[in-house]
């Protein structure tokens, strides 16, 4: 099985690279943001408890994450693997990833870390709010916290994923194809 994190701050084009990378290697896409706006835009309570923290630029609590996490990984028995995106998001959510994964007899193979300056991040939310609508990318504030949230609590798991020798830096300023290729060279590595 190829399972992916893929990785870097809001804003870096995971979204747009992981759509891309399920077509060519046939992988499910497991966005813990998809999952949650499913949530919210159901008015359920998980949703609207998410939905008040993701619009003040904070994280959903890793219980629920990685429960909603584990649902979508035994729904998709039989699949070539998954593309891990917005997931796991801090150290103690990594752990409970590898376990979830070993008790299915699978592991990660690889975290593909798109670097992307912070004034091209907030540029690409800003722009990004102007056209989805959505309240998180419409604030710069709100997005100014949403990145140092994220170097504060998601960037250490640089560290996790480099100790396992399976952390990849990838240049996420250029081309969607400039940048996909690198990905691709990236995943044809691994799994080769």
């Not at 990785?7 to 949650?36: C, N, W």
């Not at 035994?74 to 979830?100: C, E, H, M, W, Y």
């Not at 912070?118 to 419409?138: F, Y």
């Amino acid at each position: 099985m190829l399972n992916i994190v893929l990785f870097g701050p809001p804003g870096a084009g995971k979204g747009t690279q992981s759509t891309r990378l399920l077509e060519k290697y046939g992988l499910v896409h497991l966005s813990t943001g998809d999952i949650l706006r499913a949530e919210m835009n159901a008015g359920t309570a998980l949703g609207l408890q998410a939905k008040a923290l993701i619009e003040k630029g904070e994280l959903v609590p890793d219980e629920v994450v990685i429960g909603m996490i584990d649902n979508k990984i035994s729904s998709s028995a039989n699949k070539n693997g998954f593309i891990f995106d917005g997931f796991p998001r801090t150290t103690p959510q990594a752990k409970a990833l590898d376990v979830v994964l070993t008790n299915k007899g699978t592991g990660i193979s690889c975290m593909l870390s798109l670097e992307v300056p912070e004034e091209e991040l907030i540029t690409r939310l800003l722009g990004r709010g102007a056209v989805s609508g959505r309240a998180d990318d419409q604030d710069q504030n709100t997005i100014i916290n949403r990145i140092k949230v994220y170097n504060e609590q998601t960037l250490p798991l640089k560290d996790y994923y480099k100790a396992q020798g399976k952390y990849v830096a990838i240049e996420g300023v250029g081309t969607v194809d400039s940048i996909f290729e690198s990905l691709c060279e990236a995943i044809d590595g691994v799994s080769a």
